[in-house]
C-alpha cells in the first residue's frame, strides 16, 4: 500500500494506492462529527461485479447511506444525468452533512464532483476510482463537469475531493477496451514526466495489459505524484496545468465527432499522435525524434476510420475547446519527453497537415 498527499493551496488531501485497500476508509469517514451521511455514487458494472465487496465495507461504517447505480457511458456526463442525482439525494433528504463518494470510472468521478460542487451550494466529495483512466488521472485534481451541446466538458468546476483510495482490486477486472483508455492517458503521462517513466512504460507495455499487480502500482503511483505535483502548483489551470491536456484539443474533437463511440484514452492517444505531428510541424520536433516518439502510441492498437471523412466537424469541435483564446485554436505541444509548449497558435492547414498524418500512421 501507498499513501500520498495531494497539496492544494487551501487544503491537502490523502492518495491511498493499493491492493484491496479499501477498508482504509474507516479511518477516513470516521471524523467525529463529520460525514454522518453518505449518497454514493456508483457505476452499475462496478456495482453488480463487486456488490458483496462493496456493501460488507459500507454497511459497517453505521452510517446513513443510500446506493445511486450510474448507468455507464459518456452520455451519463449530461445535464439529465446530474438531474437525477441530485433529484434523487433532494428525495432521500440528504443534507449539507452528506459525503458523496463516487465508485466508478472517469464519467462517474466527474459527474459526481460536478453534482457535489452544487448541491446546496457545495458538499464533501471522495473518489474511488475504478478504472485505470480515473486511477491514473481523472481522479486527481478535482476537475469536474458534464457535457453540453456535444462539447466536451464544457461545463465544470474546480473542486478538490477528500480523499481519493485506488483500489487496484477493482481494476483488476477490467474489460480489455478499459485498459486501452486508461493506457491512453498514462502514455500522456510517459511524455510529460521524464526518460525513466517513459522508458518504463515502453519497457513493461505488455505487462501493465496483463496487470502485473507491481507494474500496475508503479504506474499509477509515478502518475499520481506527478500529476499533484502540478496541481499543488497550479490548481486552477492557469498555466502549468494545462500542459496535461497534451493530446486532448485533438482528443476531445475526436470523441465529440464520433459521439462518443470511441473511448477517452484512445481519443487521447490519436491526439497525442496528432500533437507530435503538428510538434514537428511547428519545428519543436526532428523527423528522427517525431519517429521515436510515435513508438509508444503505435503499440496501442486503434482505428482510424472516422477522422477522414470529419475534417470540417472536427475543427468545429476544435472551436469550441476550453484552451482556446481570442478565438483561436490553442495547442500544447511537445519538444522533448518532459519538455512541453502551451497555448501555441496554429493554423488550419497545419492541423489538417497533423490530422491526415495520424491517419495516415494508424492505418
Ligand atoms: N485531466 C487533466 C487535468 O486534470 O488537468
Redesign the pocket.
Known sequence: MKKMEIKTKNRNYPVIIGNSVLDLIYDLINQPGMYENLFIVVDENVFSLHEKYITNIFNETNKKIHFYKLKPGEHSKSFDGLETILSEMIEKKYGRDTLLISIGGGVTGDLSGFAASVYMRGIQVAHIPTTLLAAV??AI?G?TGINFNNYKNILGTFYQPQFVIIDTKFISTLPKEEINSGVGELIKYAFLTNEIFYNYIYKNFDKIYSLEESVLNKIIYKSVLF?GSVISKDEF?GGL?KI??LGHTFAHAYESQTNYSLKHGEAVVMGIISALFLSYKKGLLSERRLKKFLKLPLRMKLSPEFVIRNYQSILKYMYGDKKNREGEIRFILLSGIGNLATDVKVNESDIHYAIEETVEVLS
Request: hydrophobic share 10%.
Open positions: 488521472d481523472s485534481g476537475k500529476k489551470e496545468r496535461l491536456n
